[in-house]
């Protein structure tokens, strides 16, 4: 089993009340280097202590992390990586033009030397349509031709158009290609039934993110019947999970500290104003309503509460073999961030690729033949 | 574009005569003409969907019923691409059409491209929409539906092989601009054969139309008449954008 990191600068100013999009006014160039400064020697503690991968993601707005293009922070970690690979998870697909997603994605493998782990084209988080031009109610549909459009870009050999539904482009030619000519690994979300069933039919592999276990179950379930069906081999090594982690040397340590910090909480990143929670609330309903895991995060609006991997090494570890029994091959951890002090942060990291990192690399990753994998 | 599709009513029908075959047809619209070559839907779909009556709104549509097909008989045996395309050429002559960009369709792309290759002088561009010239992925279809009235030994007598070299030897000289148009679900020919294309074309442009099968026309009349519209009027600089992006001046 492969675990990551999903890192970058958290940056946190005193006076800044929680909410979301975060007003500029509390930007601070000080406190702005520390984080950026914080956040680099997290990623480079990660690969020095035997991470398999790191991440990048994108969020506006101001957090969480300061990452409005991934590729921008993959492209300044890249030279600093000795072992890690580096994950992007990932471009939001809607709010982007996806001919120069499909052009950095492929110019940041030749960067890193064909270390990217993978890239999840994804949607983006339903409050992050505040701050796009995209319209959330058209996003899926958006979403799924943008990830189309990716795809073909990046196999196709000459010059070509796209007369498509939401985007047009009439000349295509996507450079640099990829140093390894079958392209990146290519994730997209399995946080809901129809996201499940698009990544089947694109063929292409599940990244989940936060769901409990029985929300992961049903998305493998049904991923893995799916790609039975499409004749597709598919197991742990298809399916990437992401959520919180905090290791302590006792559980009430751990309890306290996440609980003292609000680590995995997510209660920052609430509506800001009044108009912007309604906003929020007609996001959701017209464009993320449908069940699934997303739907049942959306519902939680009074936090997300304790990570759930939390406790002594060997509890963490039992949480981690319990998603791994599920289908589970790589999990993407937050470490830090989200206004846990950077102290903490390493700690817990520390602490993980010290006790937990050795038994939990034992658990296979492999891809298991799609015969009898229907559930 | 710019106004309301013509509507298939206000098509009309007409025949001319070219030799011993008389050449059937509707036409609509007016400005520039086009010339169409129907697909293996047959003529009985032709210049009655929307798409061509979105083209007909700033051009003058004539759509040709292929000899061997419909009312139009020609004998016991299916004619070759080259063969059809001659009897085209002579109806356009015949209409007293000098010069004009020819619109095949499926198997009807073939005969387009031999019209092209047989006609340079005539011919300004050419529209291949899921054209059958080169089946490398899919030679014979499984994805047809077994129930549908197409007949592939007579497709096949009209496209040739499936990387026909008798009009494969033409396609480097070709002196029109080409644009191929394919659907990114067509389960008859695979958007992969488009590359195959702009290799052997001097001057090909092709573009995927997303979601859509084989009857583009049928699936995505607007994005099929705006793509069409926009090379037929701007030619190769159809690949700049001549649409206003301003959202409020």
């Known amino acids: 089993m492969e675990i990551g990191m999903f890192g970058g600068a958290d940056y946190q100013h005193p006076d800044m009340p929680p909410g979301w999009p975060r007003p500029p006014r509390y930007w601070d160039p000080a406190l702005a280097r520390q984080a950026l400064q914080d956040g680099m020697e997290m990623y480079r503690l990660a690969d020095e202590l035997g991470l398999d991968f790191v991440t990048v993601s994108e969020h506006h707005g101001g957090g969480p992390g300061l990452a409005p293009n991934p590729h921008v922070v993959a492209a300044a970690l890249a030279p600093q990586l000795t072992n890690a690979r580096i994950a992007l998870l990932g471009p939001n697909v809607p709010m982007n033009n996806p001919v120069r997603i499909a052009e950095e994605v492929a110019m940041l493998d030749l960067l890193s030397g064909g270390r990217l782990y993978g890239v999840a084209l994804l949607r983006g988080t339903p409050n992050e349509y505040l701050t796009s031009a995209a319209n959330p109610a058209e996003s899926r549909a958006a979403w799924e031709e943008g990830v189309q459009l990716i795809l073909r870009a990046w196999q196709e050999p000459e010059p070509f158009g796209w007369e498509g539904v939401h985007w047009r482009f009439r000349t295509i030619a996507v450079w640099p290609r990829f140093l390894d000519p079958a392209g990146p690994r290519v994730l997209l979300s399995g946080n809901s039934p129809d996201s499940v069933d698009f990544a089947v039919s694109a063929g292409c592999d599940l990244a989940i993110s936060y769901g409990g276990p029985e929300q992961v179950a049903q998305s493998i379930g049904q991923f893995r019947a799916g790609c039975a069906a499409a004749g597709r081999a598919a197991g742990p090594g298809s399916v990437l999970y992401r959520n919180f982690v905090y290791v302590a040397e006792s559980e009430e340590r751990a309890r306290e500290e996440c609980a003292r910090y609000g680590f995995g909480s997510m209660t920052q990143f609430r509506p800001a104003t009044p108009g912007a929670a309604r906003a929020w609330g007609e996001i959701g309903a017209a464009a993320y309503s449908g069940p699934g895991v997303m739907a049942g995060l959306l519902r939680k609006h009074g936090g997300w509460g304790l990570p759930p991997f939390l406790g002594t090494p060997d509890q963490v570890y039992e949480a981690v073999r319990g998603y791994h029994a599920l289908g589970v091959g790589a999990i993407d951890f937050s470490f830090g961030g989200f206004g846990l002090p950077a102290e903490l942060a390493r700690r817990n990291l520390q602490m993980f690729c010290r006790d937990v990192l050795p038994a939990v690399h034992q658990l296979p990753a492999a891809v298991q033949a799609a015969a009898g994998a229907g559930a | ?249």
């Not at chain 2, 709104?57 to 691409?81: K, N, Y």
Request: with cysteine; aromatic share 8%; charged share 15%.
């Open chain 2, 1 to 249: 574009m710019a106004g309301t599709a013509l509507s298939p009513g206000a098509f009309t029908e007409g025949a001319v005569q070219v030799g011993r075959h008389r050449v059937r047809y509707r036409e609509g619209g007016r400005g520039e003409p086009l010339a169409i070559v129907h697909g293996d839907a047959g003529p009985a779909e032709y210049a009655a969907g929307t798409a061509l009556g979105l083209l007909a709104r700033d051009r003058h549509v004539i759509a040709f019923e292929l000899p061997a097909s419909g009312q139009s008989g020609w004998g016991t045996r299916t004619p070759g691409g080259p063969v059809l395309a001659a009897t085209l050429a002579g109806a356009m002559a015949a209409l007293g059409v000098g010069a004009y960009p020819v619109l095949g369709t499926s198997a009807g792309a073939t005969v387009a491209l031999w019209w092209a290759a047989r006609f340079p002088d005539r011919v300004t561009s050419v529209v291949l929409e899921s054209p059958l010239v080169f089946r490398t992925v899919s030679p014979r279809p499984a994805g047809l539906d077994p129930a549908a009235p197409q007949d592939w030994d007579r497709t096949a007598g009209i496209t040739g092989p499936d990387r026909d070299a008798a009009v494969g030897a033409h396609l480097e000289t070709l002196k029109a601009p080409v644009l191929v148009l394919i659907g990114s679900r067509d389960g008859i020919i695979s958007a992969d054969e488009g590359r195959h294309y702009v290799q052997a074309i001097p001057d090909c442009y092709f573009i995927v139309v997303y979601d859509a099968a084989h009857d583009l026309q049928g699936d995505r009349p607007e994005a099929f008449a705006q793509v069409v519209t926009d090379f037929l009027t701007h030619g190769p600089n159809f690949t700049v954008n001549h649409h206003s992006t301003v959202i409020s001046p």
